[in-house]
């Protein structure tokens, strides 16, 4: 698109350039007589070289108009406001167009950027572990960076040897650091001579321990921002959670479940009523019907051990079957 050349930003004292072109408008008038520069700027007692910037401006102002075979020619002000507006205000309203025109095309971007965004904040929420190295890894770094509390359910029974080695120095280490631990188990791990020692070297650097009857998830909770629980189906899977609304459900369940659990004594950690805890959880779920396996598997011991106390609790209640054992049970409970 072509132009008016550009109006300077920056202009001579006004007043000469107000006498200049008083000057040209009435050499104006005198129509094929050319105009001596040198001439004029004598009459008017200015220097020739501002004499000529007059002109340059003037003429950029659209107030003169160089015209083939007259020079110089003054117009009026409204013919230089048209002259040199009217392609300013087209060039104006052509770049507003194009303003808009590459908005609108900017914005229909908006969704991708959007969707993208979305999908990257929800790899950062939820996190997909396959590996038990990898789990152990990811744990040892979440640990690291605790700064006030660790909230752990461990179900199944005692720890495991090569669990307790790997864990132990790095729950020492945290404790030492002043952050908060409790650390929930099943009664079962009770029986275990590695996790009574882990829970008598813990808890002497602060950490609380209690214990339930019957099975619940296994998780970390990291400074109720993050959460790490076992995967379905892949014992040796995890997933890392850092979603603030599901971590907060996380942490009100555990919370409901430290509530209703036994604190862990290393003193007295074969209280009687723990073992009738357990007792009463194993009579329960085998009048629900599940096998010896399978209540062995969730309260987190053997099966050889879930038998000899099934054996145990008809032998006390002089009960010929399980069920006979769970009625005989829960007349007790009525009558206390």
């Known amino acids: ?86 392609p300013l ?37 939820i996190e997909l572990i396959d590996s038990l190295p990898d789990v152990r890894a990811a744990i040892a770094d979440l640990s690291a960076k605790a700064r006030r509390e660790i909230l752990t359910a461990q179900p199944g029974g005692g720890r495991r040897e090569d669990v307790l080695v790997e864990a132990a120095p790095r729950d020492y280490d945290t404790l030492s650091r002043g952050v908060e631990m409790r650390i929930l188990y099943q009664h079962t791990a009770r029986s275990s001579r590695g996790t009574h020692s882990y829970v008598e070297q813990v808890t002497r650097l602060g950490a609380q321990v209690r214990t339930l009857d019957d099975q619940f998830m296994r998780l970390l909770i990291f400074d109720r921002e993050c959460a790490v629980f076992a995967t379905p189906g892949n014992p040796n899977g995890a997933v890392v959670v850092r979603n603030p609304h599901v971590v907060a459900f996380m942490v009100e369940a555990y919370e409901r479940l430290w509530l209703t659990a036994e604190p862990f004594a290393v003193e007295a950690d074969t209280r009687p009523e723990i073992m009738e805890d357990l007792k009463d959880a194993i009579v329960r779920l085998l009048t629900a019907g599940m096998t010896d396996a399978a209540v062995a598997r969730r309260l987190g011991m053997s099966v050889r051990t879930c038998r000899r106390h099934v054996a145990e609790i008809m032998s006390a209640l002089d009960a010929e079957s399980r069920f006979q054992a769970g009625y005989l049970l829960a007349l007790q409970e009525r009558s206390k």
């Open 1 to 86: 698109m072509k132009t008016h050349r550009d109006v300077p930003e920056e202009f001579l004292d006004g007043g000469l350039l107000r006498r200049v072109y008083g000057f040209m408008l009435d050499a104006t008038r005198c129509d094929g007589v050319a105009l001596d520069v040198e001439e004029a700027s004598a009459q008017l007692d200015v220097r020739e070289g501002d004499f000529r910037e007059a002109l340059a401006e003037l003429t950029a102002l659209g107030l003169l108009v160089n015209r083939p075979g007259r020079g110089f020619v003054a117009v009026s002000p409204d013919e230089a406001t048209t002259r040199v507006l009217l």
């Open 89 to 125: 205000e087209s060039e104006l309203h052509a770049r507003r167009a194009r303003v808009e025109e590459i908005r609108r095309r900017l914005v229909s971007f908006s969704p991708v950027f959007d969707a993208s965004l979305l999908a990257h904040e929800n790899r950062k929420q």
